[in-house]
């Protein structure tokens, strides 16, 4: 099976701009979660959609936003960007049934590397 | 609230030697734990999870980690290092909180393993 796939894998933005990011799951995982990486908080949780409904939103602000398609594919976008929000976005997708969801474990993407100017 | 905290930012090992990477956790219920690591320009990869049953669990790449419910710690261990084991090290907790059926997965702040020839 291929892969999560990312896109882009690189992109760079100016404060106040917008920016969406995309992520193809493994096929037949119907679970997408988002993430944000920055040396500086670590690994953070944005949040996790399940068959198109959004199941669990991390400490975030309004700007940070996503969405789930049928075919599970997910995309995230945040509006009026700031510098803080350089980092790296990552996606991973688990499992094909509710039940399972919270047991096993996520396949990450390469992630993309956003940079705010 | 839940959390995960690695207390070592860094941890340095001979090649042949046993290495420990050290998790504790703090959850409202039963904890799901995880380990994840990831190299560089990548994204992170499963390498084990302890959901219940036997507390030693084995993992991916020889790994295996002992899930201590007194303490509340699951440290990540392998008998014999290598220096492809070099790579950045992420624990994680899946809580279920009683009284919001919120979801949660909490990643640590990553402890770095530096294995030397």
């Known amino acids: 099976k291929a892969g999560v796939t990312q896109t882009p894998r690189y992109l760079i933005k100016t404060r106040g701009q917008q920016v969406t990011l995309s992520c193809s799951p493994i096929?037949?995982?119907?679970?997408v979660s988002w993430y944000q990486q920055t040396p500086g908080q670590g690994l953070q949780f944005l949040f996790e959609?399940?068959?198109?409904?959004?199941?669990n939103k991390g400490n975030f602000p309004g700007r940070f936003s996503g969405r789930q398609f049928s075919n599970s594919r997910s995309e995230m976008n945040v509006s009026t960007l700031e510098l803080g929000d350089s980092a790296l976005y990552l996606c991973?997708?688990?499992?094909?049934?509710?039940?399972?969801?919270?047991?096993?474990?996520?396949?990450f993407g390469p992630g993309t590397r956003l940079t705010v100017l | 609230a839940q959390s995960v905290a690695q207390p070592e930012d860094q941890v340095n090992v001979a090649e042949g030697n046993p290495l420990t990477v050290k998790c504790t956790y703090s959850?409202?219920?039963?904890?799901?734990l995880f380990w994840y690591v990831q190299y560089p320009n990548r994204g992170l990869q499963f390498l084990l999870k302890?959901?219940?049953?036997?507390?030693l669990v084995k993992g991916s790449y020889g790994f295996e980690a002992e899930f201590n419910k007194s303490q509340t710690s699951f440290h990540l261990k392998k008998p014999s290092a290598l220096v492809s084991d070099s790579a950045l090290y992420f624990c994680?907790?899946?809580?279920?909180?009683?009284?919001?059926?919120?979801?949660?997965?909490?990643f640590g702040s990553g402890t770095r393993l530096q294995v030397q020839p």
């Open positions: 994680a907790v899946r809580d279920i909180e009683r009284n919001t059926g919120r979801r949660a997965l909490t």
């Open positions: 302890y959901i219940t049953g036997d507390n």
């Open positions: 959609y399940f068959s198109e409904t959004q199941r």
């Open positions: 096929s037949g995982h119907r679970s």
């Open positions: 959850v409202s219920g039963n904890p799901y």
């Open positions: 991973a997708s688990s499992s094909q049934d509710v039940g399972l969801a919270d047991y096993n474990e996520q396949f």
